[in-house]
């Protein structure tokens, strides 16, 4: 492996992502990302969709990542800084690793998880799929025979280690399908779309519709008050006649009120 001279998490470690597979891209290529399909994975490589994020999320992930490789290191005794390698002869295989110590040949996976997921790690060294092959991918770089996948619970401030073992026909079968993917981009042929793309594609296209149609209608009737039209109803207010509208209603139910006193006094007398 060779170890690449960048700092993670910079706008140019963000750059040189774009022109690589990267273990959390390899869940997408594989088809079993709960978070991104391999086209989308395919439009973001090419700049043809913009990369979005949940920067809260990542900042926190981050956070935990460092408390985390804290814990670790105290705990094992051993310096695991963050680094990223590429493999020596896949150009596209490049891998950013959450902790890295070529003396010890240790190589470290971090994830902040939930405590579902947490519990099942601690009892039955349980580890979601789509990190496993991450893990499994960042093993191909490096070449090393085995790595450490750490769990952290924020709620406990606690991790757990698990040791896995190399997988070699479960890595044949990945690289085959990312050196698929490779070609893709490099000849800029969409993937096949899935399920899930046609679902994410359904339900962004039936936003622009609404969003379309209640704007169109806006234009149309916006001299009148209100619309109202097979079950959708639209009201065309200022802020002014909104206040009027409830200073009336206010009054409406004052008058109410006292109504209802007087006949209170009289069912009395």
Known sequence: MEIIDLEQNTETWLESRKKVIGGSDVASVLGI???????QLWQEKLGKKEQK???????????????SR?????????DVPPKIVKHPDYEFAQVSL???????????EFKFVGEAIFQKALDEDFIPDHYYCQVQYQMFVTGYSNMDFVAYSEKRDQITTIKVEQDVPYIARMVALCEEFWWELENEVPPRLT???????GRATLRRTIEGL??????????????HWDGVYLEFKDGNEEKESSKEENSKKENSKEGNKENSKENCE
């Open 33 to 39: 990302s709960p978070y991104k399909t391999r086209y």
């Open 53 to 67: 994020g949940n920067d809260f999320i990542f900042r926190k992930g981050h956070l935990l990542e460092d408390k």
């Open 70 to 78: 804290t814990i670790y290191e105290l705990t094992y005794d051993i």
């Open 98 to 108: 959450d902790g890295l110590n070529v003396d010890y040949k240790k190589a470290v």
């Open 195 to 201: 399920e899930a793309d046609y679902k994410k594609i």
């Open 214 to 227: 209640k704007k169109a209608i806006i234009e149309e009737y916006k001299d009148l008050q209100h619309f």
